[in-house]
DNA sequence: AATTTAACTGAACAGGCGTTCAGGATGAAA
DNA sequence: TTTCATCCTGAACGCCTGTTCAGTTAAATT
């Protein structure tokens, strides 16, 4: 709180004039985040499943990206919660989740993927694709993009998607 | 550390006459953690490169299964670590993944598999396996052999092994 | 039986934590 | 000019933290 508070200039006590509680400001700060991506996550188009994943997966490493410090506590900090706080925050992680579900059972309708689980594989595609945030340095020997095309080519192979 | 030492049956100060401070006790279990499963490793045999993938996608979640709290402690505790323990841990890791790498080499070389970039796809599939740990329940709807399946489908399609 | 060694307790330490609150400063409204 | 509403300070609170250490206990050694 101390620290905080000094980043923005301010004593201690004065953050209180704002949030109730440490817990709340955590909860606001990561339910917030989830809404932003599922808000940004509005606008991704339509197409052929294949497309579809394809802008999925740049979309969640782009917005891994830009939002690299929210991601982090957002996984990083989850066992702090209340429980009520993440049953919150994790709903809202599935409502995302279910956005590439969606996909994937599109995908399996229309023949162009083989998945035996939608569920779990959509869970390991985020997981391999959060995987980024760890390692990624803009100053590393590849520009996101390229490590996006590499990404894609995983994902689309991992769904079968020839 | 109170905590630690009640679970032992023993008062906080006891601790110390084996351990020099919280901060080695950390590291110790990090470090050892990262060689037992490095030694685990050791035993897992030849044979063409896609039955070592799908053995080595077997064993990770294996172990991931077995020394969960390890694994989670590992993952969650990085930040904890004074840098020259940080540096260890990351070495121990890295010798790790060179596991995974070499395999991936072997089926390169081979013409098994399709990878633009062996580094970022050994760590893209270990950030798909360890997802398992967040969500797999022994009480869940799947046995661990069938996610053991699902996950060795998909690591074979990312890594383009037909 | 006397002595040494080892393991542990229980209390204390200094510092950090989240949180509260009386009071001061500042500017807007009356 | 007075009143009121905001916003903030600075100090304090009770509690928790990792760590130390003199002293007790018990077992091993002589």
Known sequence: MRQIAAEVGV???ALYNYIPDKQTLLARLMIGHMED???AAQTLQGGDPLARL???VRFHIDQNRERGDAVFVAYMELRSLTDENFARVEALRRAYEARLEDVLVA????GAF?????RITARALIAMLNGVNTWFRESG???????QDIYW???RGAVGGG
């Open 54 to 56: 394809e802008e999925f």
């Open 11 to 13: 004593q201690a006590g």
């Open 37 to 39: 991506l599922l808000e």
């Open 114 to 118: 083989k998945i035996t689980d939608v």
């Open 107 to 110: 995908g399996v309708e229309a």
């Open 141 to 147: 020997p590849r520009r996101l993009d390229e490590v």
């Open 153 to 155: 080519d995983m994902a």
